[in-house]
């Protein structure tokens, strides 16, 4: 952008301060909740820990059968993962875990619940939580059916009272557990990690050894994305040679070796489209221009009235041999600076309502960042923001005629 | 230089056809200075918006430096208005928000050229219309007299062969208009700059090489 331009931009702004005022909090509003829901988009699916591997991990969360008459979903039971998942080639580690439940700490007469999730021993290695205290269960405490378990900071603050955990023992369900760990809290919005105890699988039937359906997950560390590609068809062959337990009333088993949005779109779509990430990312990014419109069109509708006051400059522009599309980039470029000003009132704005989220009980151990990654994200929305509204008044603004702009102009 | 010949504009709206010029056949030569007069109304501004390819005729064919216009598209036309074209408007026209310099450097922003290239031919228009000490002010810091000079300034900064000037002293008193007339003159004679001016005044028509009257849309004189 010329510095002449630049310089225009600020100077119309400043000039025309309530045509600015009122642009501006219409963008600021529209980019805060945009930012918002970037930041705990990006807190969901983005890397951070303990999932700092994330774009490398692919999720098993969702299996089901089909037929035309009924269908059955749910999670992937451990024989399913056991056949589908382990020695993949292309595969750094693999973990089988299952879905966090509640369950009930029994302590000195207090009941106390807690979300509580059974691990192997890889589980560990793949995921990267900070231990406060003590270490995590091993592969060996998993084999040898061993009652141990990993707490959070947060619960072991509950039943303990702030005093060392490593070594005591917690009443689970009428079990005794020793803790072997104590890690931070981990926020729920995280798909694989989210929990507040930790306990190992340990011994399972043969029934449930051979499951297709129950209560697990799989979790595939992949050497690089690259690999991505493979370890899905590997998975894909895998999944079509699974015997159909019931093939009268079933003619499908579906499933997905997922990425961590995959994952959820999967879930969310009740695992019934064929591209369930591109299918809900669609949606949600349709919403968000739907969203972003409302205030666009306003935004639109002031713009091409400034045009109107701008008409001689226009004119005189267009007579000393401004193409159009050097109108329409000086335009554009000027909307665009506004919607980063308004993007940075925004970012504040954001940090401050995230700030407050985390603060409050709505979402209990939330950590709601405003990284340079959601920065990187609010930099884009609004420059994204100010071309979809600039645009289309540019070029109007582009194709008035030269006298009639010099004359004051009608759009 | 610029030939028009057999020009008709006609403005068409939904229930109206006006007639705004008939049968325009008019040779300028380079170097030359020419006036349009007429009475408001004759079609003096629609004539010399097509001489400055800002509008078209709607029959007739007009040829600037040997090349026909008819045809043309808009991105040849703006091309042609930058590099061979320079207007000065009765009511200046400069961008209220810019400073003197960076209105005169307007014309330039659509050449390909170094910023250092641009403020240097911007001072040297201004410092040829004797505001050289004015490059820092904002127009609504000039009196209507020196905003015309940075006007004209805006105009030659990009060396055009042709400048077009619409009642150039329209808004300024005798002694501004004086004023501008001198530039004027000077910018022909010492550049062989043509100029095609628009005006209803008689003295600054007389200082001209040749008038050119319409009435009523008609070439009469």
């Known amino acids: 952008m010329r510095n002449t331009s630049l310089k225009l931009a600020f100077k119309v702004l400043a000039r ?57 979903t749910s999670n992937p039971g451990y024989g399913f993962l056991e056949r589908t998942i382990r020695n993949l080639p292309g595969a750094e580690n693999v973990s089988v875990y299952g879905e966090a439940m509640t369950s009930v700490i029994y302590d000195r007469g207090r009941r106390i619940e807690a979300q509580t999730t059974r691990a192997d021993g890889a589980y560990w290695q793949i995921l990267d939580f900070k231990f406060v205290e003590g270490a995590p269960f091993t592969a060996a405490d998993d084999a040898g059916d061993r009652r141990v378990a990993v707490i959070s900071e947060p619960l072991r603050d509950r039943v303990f009272g702030r005093k060392p955990a490593v070594g005591r023992s917690i009443n689970l369900g009428g079990q005794s557990y020793r803790v072997t760990g104590v890690v931070t809290a981990v ?225 | 230089m610029i030939t028009l010949k057999d020009i008709d504009k006609v403005y068409r709206t939904e229930r109206v056809e006006t007639l705004a010029l008939h049968n325009i056949n008019l040779d300028i030569a380079q170097g030359e200075f020419v006036s349009i007069m007429g009475p408001s109304g004759c079609g003096k501004s629609t004539l010399l918006n097509l001489v400055g390819l800002l509008d078209k005729p709607t029959t007739g064919t007009l040829t600037l430096d040997g090349q026909k216009i008819n045809g043309a598209g808009d991105k040849a036309l703006a091309r042609m208005r930058n590099e061979k074209l320079g207007f000065v408007f009765q009511s200046f026209h400069l961008v209220p928000d810019l400073t003197v310099l960076d209105n005169v450097e307007i014309p330039l922003l659509y050449r390909r050229m170094t910023a250092a290239d641009r403020r240097k031919h911007a001072l040297a228009a201004l410092d040829r219309v004797g505001l050289a000490s004015r490059v820092h002010h904002f127009p609504t810091q000039l009196s209507g007299g020196q905003q015309q000079r940075v006007a004209i300034a805006r105009a030659i900064v990009g060396k055009p062969t042709i400048v077009l000037a619409d009642e150039p002293t329209g808004n300024l008193d005798s002694a501004m208009g004086d004023e501008i007339m001198s530039i004027l003159e000077e910018l022909n004679s010492k550049d062989q700059t043509t100029i095609v001016m628009v005006t209803h005044d008689d003295r600054f028509a007389e200082r001209t090489s040749r008038t050119v009257r319409l009435f009523d849309g008609r070439q009469v004189a």
């Open chain 1, 16 to 72: 025309r301060k309530v045509f600015t005022a009122i642009s501006l909090v219409g963008i600021t509003l529209t980019l805060v909740i945009l930012m918002v829901a970037a930041a705990i988009f990006d807190n969901t699916f983005g890397a951070a820990a303990p999932e700092s591997r994330i774009g490398r991990m692919l999720f098993v969360r969702t299996v089901g059968m089909y037929g035309p008459n009924s269908s059955n």
């Open chain 1, 187 to 411: 926020p729920p919005t995280r798909i694989a990690a989210y929990s507040e105890v930790w306990v190992p699988i340990g011994a399972l039937s043969s029934e449930q050894r051979r499951a297709f359906m129950g209560p697990f997950n799989g979790l595939v560390l992949a050497r690089s994305r690259w690999d991505f590609k493979g370890l899905k068809r590997e998975f894909a062959s895998r999944v079509a040679r699974e015997p159909n337990a019931d093939p009268k009333e079933y003619k499908e088993i579906r499933a997905g070796l997922d990425s961590s949005f995959e994952a959820f779109a999967r879930q969310v779509t009740g695992n019934r489209v064929a591209r369930p990430a591109l299918f809900l990312g669609s949606i949600l990014a349709g919403a968000a221009l739907l969203f972003m419109s409302l205030p666009a069109l306003n935004l639109i509708t002031l713009n091409l009235s400034r045009i109107m006051e701008r008409s001689p400059e226009i004119g005189v522009r267009k007579a000393f041999g401004a193409p159009r599309r050097a109108l329409v980039a000086q335009f554009v470029a000027e909307n665009v600076v506004l919607t980063l000003i308004g993007g940075a009132i925004g970012f504040v704005l954001a940090f401050a309502f995230l700030r407050a989220l985390d603060a409050s009980a709505l979402l209990p151990d939330s950590r709601l960042d405003l990284n340079l990654r959601v920065f990187g994200y609010g930099v884009l929305i609004a420059v994204f923001f100010g071309i979809l509204s600039g645009v289309y008044p540019a070029w109007k603004m582009s194709r008035l005629h030269p006298v009639d702009a010099l004359r004051g102009g009608s759009l």
